[in-house]
């Protein structure tokens, strides 16, 4: 957590001098100069910096050996194990510990170990650790970028619940006061983008916010005890992770504009998240890749995403990394040029899907690189929807 010293002001204090510094008049009414050298004069609202975290704890190997130990039939064994390694994953983070034994949380001593526990046990997890992450990504923020005098906070999450809540509990820790939160809940993998949009339109109408927006998911506390490859192959693909973001009116990083929201038809139950007695269970189904596909190469669903725009004019594709095949799905609906989604397949690989943390985790790899200037941000998720907003680079 970023710490407090005796000498610094209190919260209140802070934020107080903080916001008279941006504000359009100083305290005595008289025309701040700040505010204009602070670039509050803009509409727009800019993503700043994205920090993130993951854990120390790799357990896609050990998922794997314990998936393919589950499946009866050597066929069924031998394709799961060919599609693990066509997944484009190579690593998967959680923030569950090592066993007695220095194993991983199936083996002797970990937390999945004989019987899986129930949803009251991995919710008091979720409660101790999804906030310890979440300010883990804060802190790489805060080493990108001076937060300030942070008068709003959003926080995205969809696997866990706890009260007080896991927004009062990060605005707790970092010494937020009074802050303004929001929490966003149980949206699943495109809440990112919610999170963002609200951020987007708080500093519309605020030129003064600073919005800080984090997500935190911790997917892999919702292992099902599931025998048949198709819920076992969703399961491989998931994994924790968080990101905090500052989204202010300075105009540094990515400008965000035009966000758009596109529900599929007849989708409904492609994608489920239901919560039951052994954690919140995910139906994803096999369908999904080619519904977006089909999607993508529909005129009006286009034009929503593109905004008019040829796919070559966007040289920054921001895409939820929800799994290879739902970025070959994109590519190929779009008819991107081969490399268009590198920094995504980069994320898969090396972080899994993170759900609603996978975006900021994908603007986070691409606000260093100054040739991304002009791009599309966009997820998928439950509904089936997809969600998004167009960006440029700060001039």
Not at 86 to 96: A, K, N
Not at 167 to 189: S, W
Not at 348 to 355: D, E, I, V, Y
């Amino acid at each position: 957590m970023l710490a407090r010293t005796e000498e610094e002001p209190s919260a209140a204090k802070f934020l107080r001098r903080s916001r008279n510094a941006l504000s359009f008049r100083s305290s005595s009414g008289q025309l701040n100069p700040l505010f204009f050298f602070a670039g509050a004069v803009t509409s727009s609202a800019h993503i700043n910096a994205v920090g993130t975290a993951v854990p120390g704890h790799d357990v896609h190997e050990a998922f794997i050996a314990w998936a393919e130990a589950r499946l009866g039939d050597p066929r069924h064994r031998a394709l799961f194990h060919r599609m693990a390694e066509r997944s484009g994953i190579r690593h998967r983070w959680s923030v569950l510990p090592l066993g007695a034994d220095g194993g991983s949380p199936v083996d002797q001593g970990g937390f999945y170990h004989e019987i899986l526990p129930g949803t009251a046990a991995r919710m008091r997890v979720y409660g101790e650790e999804a906030p310890k992450l979440a300010l883990a990504a804060v802190r790489d923020l805060a080493a990108k970028a001076a937060l300030g005098a942070v008068t709003h906070l959003v926080v995205a999450s969809c696997t866990g619940f706890v009260a007080p809540g896991i927004d009062q509990i990060i605005a707790a820790e970092l010494g937020l006061g009074d802050v303004e939160r929001t929490l966003v809940g149980f949206m699943g993998c495109y809440a990112a983008v919610s999170a963002l949009r609200l951020a987007h339109h708080i500093v519309r109408s605020e030129p003064e916010a600073r919005v800080l927006v984090v997500t935190v998911e911790l997917s892999t506390l919702h292992l099902q005890d599931e025998r048949e490859i198709e819920p076992l192959l969703a399961m491989l693909q998931f994994a924790d992770g968080a990101s905090a973001s500052l989204v202010t009116a300075e105009p540094t990083g990515f400008a965000i504009s035009h966000p758009f929201a596109a529900a599929l038809p007849d989708s409904s139950e492609l994608i489920r998240w239901n919560i039951g007695d052994s954690g919140f269970a995910m139906h994803l189904s096999g369908e999904v890749p080619g519904r977006i596909g089909e999607a993508l190469r529909d005129e009006a669903v286009r034009e929503r995403v593109l905004g008019g725009a040829e796919p070559e004019e966007i040289d920054a594709w921001a895409v939820h990394a929800g799994g290879r095949s739902v970025l070959d799905a994109v590519e190929h609906g779009l008819a991107l040029p081969q490399g268009a989604l590198a920094e995504s397949r980069d994320v898969l690989a090396r972080f899994g899907n993170m759900s609603s943390s996978t975006l900021p985790f994908v603007l986070a790899e691409q606000l260093p690189n100054p040739e991304r200037r002009r791009g599309i941000a966009l997820a998928f998720g439950p509904g089936l929807a997809a969600e998004g907003f167009r960006f440029k680079r700060a001039s």
